[in-house]
């Protein structure tokens, strides 16, 4: 979901914004605009597709102040017109925004009785007219635009460049917002993450919701939105980890991404007992235990509530994000709700934060981006520490959150020293699994699947998750329709969708289901599908094929879902998919 990014100081501001937008391009975008202003004058370049390079739009030499914007279409088609930034009538200022407002029909109908006129579909314009109107009483910009801010309704993060000063304001809510100070304060940064000018300063300021960031005369000053009260702030480094963005030789972020997971798994849960020991008290004493997440995240909160029960014999549950609604009035004091997020900004899951915290709830967090909403909003915090995950599909942070919910469940019932060996024997069984032997079985696999438009994946027990997020991942890449279903599922219908040759995997692993996979396995191959085992279970019948994995004993959903990475990987690449950035998807959807 588009991506912001703001610049004063005394570099060339078209090639530093065209570069922090290139590193925020991972969160998604169909259009990109850039505003400079030189000699007192606004100049704005726009487009639809990829950012080039920036001598492809070099304008303006000696501009040293701008902001540009990468654009997630929301309200209005994919035009040039509705791109970002947008003029203010008298082309004093221009605004642009990564977020919704809920409430612009009705704002823009209001507008249009005072008289103003729109040029493009975008809820944003409305925000540009608004802050003219304010202007027609308030002439100032900064308290102008505040004021208009009020109105707006959702989750909104606005940036804005005026004319006749170096002059940048910049409103957050809901959508993060970061700034970045040069260590000799000659140069300031706003951006929606600090991957994109990590490159220029480590030094950041973390803003909250509803707090205005203005950079005036070479000068960061920070503002509550509700009563325009200046308050202060703390620079604070950032680790230097936490920024390293390069696909180190490898074709695609992707594929790096996921053969670093020999490691992440071990940064992950790279917590001491002592560290953990917070946590695990609330969790013995909480009346109710919650994990919750979106996507790929909300199927590791269900792998985490799943080892919560298993492993800890907590009543742990795990909820979706976005079905809260009916559990608004049951989360309350004396419980406990695990997050689980790769960015930390979704907004589902941070609207279900919101009202869990309101609702006097106890809130534990696993997020991989540092100084995120929903960490700030978290009692207990812990991070994936698996440094940045560029590609839109989700891997390492996937494996990251489960092992650490894994150490967790062991942490609660005093077998955290036990859990860390099991974890480290597994880092050090993948640290030999990424062999071009295994390469070339699964690119051969692919070539005898990819001409096929519907798949299933059966697992159970332990591996249910992994039959979903393994689904989920190859989806994404792909666009093929993959299905992951609970293998206990089959013969309550969905065996009606196996016909003569439909490819269908089944985890099978060393557990307690074993029997009932190899079961669903020789029943869907009794109707002619096209069956792979996925596991460490190679020698069984009704396989034609069997991507095997390291012996994992309860961590098998870590080492049973890299095989679907890496299917969803090379079925991507032969089918000639943007593999890191796939179509229709964002790296966050900070929008609901
Ligand atoms: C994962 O491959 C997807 N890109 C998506 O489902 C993602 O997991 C989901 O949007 C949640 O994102 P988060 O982890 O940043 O909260």
């Known amino acids: ?225 509700e009563n325009g009260n200046e308050i202060e702030y703390k620079i604070q480094k950032v680790e230097p980890g936490e920024v390293n963005i390069d696909k180190e030789g490898h074709e695609h972020f992707m594929i790096k991404e996921i053969i670093e997971q020999q490691y992440t798994i071990k940064e992950a849960t790279n917590y001491t007992k002592d560290e953990l020991a917070e946590l695990v008290e609330a969790l013995k004493s909480a009346k109710n235990v919650y994990t919750v997440g979106a996507g790929t995240a909300g199927y590791a909160a269900g792998q985490i509530a799943y080892y919560l029960r298993k492993i800890a014999k907590l009543n742990a549950v795990e909820l979706k994000s976005y079905e809260m609604e009916s559990y608004k009035d049951l989360i309350g004091e004396g419980d406990i709700m695990i997050a689980i997020s790769q960015s930390g900004e979704t907004a589902d899951t941070i609207e279900a934060l919101e009202f869990t915290k309101k609702n006097g709830a106890k809130i534990a967090s696993i997020v991989n981006m540092m100084g995120s909403t929903t960490t700030r ?46 974890i480290a024997k597994v880092s050090e069984s993948l640290q030999n699994y990424f062999t071009e032997e295994l390469f070339e079985q699964i690119k051969s696999l692919v070539d005898r699947i990819k001409d096929q438009e519907h798949f299933f994946v059966l697992g159970r027990g332990m591996n249910y998750y992994v039959s979903l997020e393994g689904a989920l991942k190859v989806k994404e890449i792909t666009y093929k329709h993959f299905e992951g279903f609970a293998a206990g599922e089959l013969k309550h219908g969905v065996i009606a969708l196996v016909d003569k040759g439909t490819p269908v995997f089944c985890i099978v692993s060393d557990d307690e289901v074993k029997n009932d996979m190899v079961s669903a396995a020789a029943e869907v191959n009794a109707r002619g599908a096209f069956t792979v085992g996925i596991g460490d279970n190679p020698k069984q019948a009704f396989f034609e094929d069997f991507i095997e994995a390291p012996q994992a004993g309860d961590l098998s959903p870590i080492t049973n879902v890299i095989p679907f990475q890496l299917i969803s990987y090379f079925l991507g690449v032969v089918l000639g998919n943007n593999i890191d950035k796939p179509r229709n998807l964002a790296k966050s959807v900070t929008v609901k």
């Open 377 to 422: 909003m978290s009692d207990y915090k812990f991070y994936s520490r698996s440094g940045p995950e560029i590609c839109v599909a989700s891997t390492k942070a996937f494996t990251a959150q489960v092992s650490w919910g894994y150490l967790l469940a062991n942490a609660v019932v005093d077998k955290f020293e036990e859990a860390k060996a099991n």
């Open 1 to 225: 979901m588009c991506g912001i990014f703001g610049y004063i100081g005394d570099k060339d501001a078209e090639k530093v914004i065209t570069e922090g937008l290139k590193r925020l391009e991972y969160r998604g975008y169909d259009s990109w605009g850039i505003a400079v202003k030189k000699d007192d004058k606004i100049h704005i370049h726009k487009k639809i597709g990829e950012i080039g390079d920036v001598e492809e739009i070099k304008q303006l030499p000696g501009a040293f102040v701008g902001i540009g914007h990468t654009r997630w279409a929301t309200h209005g088609g994919v035009t040039k017109n509705n791109a970002h930034p947008h003029f203010s009538t008298d082309m004093s200022f221009v605004v642009a925004q990564n977020g919704i407002v809920e409430n612009f029909q009705e704002l823009k109908s209001m507008l249009e009785e005072k008289g103003f006129k729109f040029e493009t579909q975008t809820d944003t314009e409305v925000i540009v007219r608004l802050i003219e109107l304010k202007l027609r009483d308030i002439k100032e910009l900064r308290e102008a635009a505040r004021l208009a801010f009020l109105d707006l309704k959702g989750r909104n993060t606005i940036i804005i460049l005026e004319q006749n000063t170096d002059h940048i304001i910049a409103i957050r809510n809901g959508s993060p917002l970061v700034a970045g100070i040069s260590a000799d304060r000659k140069e300031y940064f706003l951006a929606s993450d600090i991957l994109s000018f990590a490159h220029h300063t480590d030094q950041v300021v973390f803003m909250n919701d509803y707090q205005m960031v203005e950079i005036k005369d070479r000068k960061l000053s920070l503002f509550e939105v």
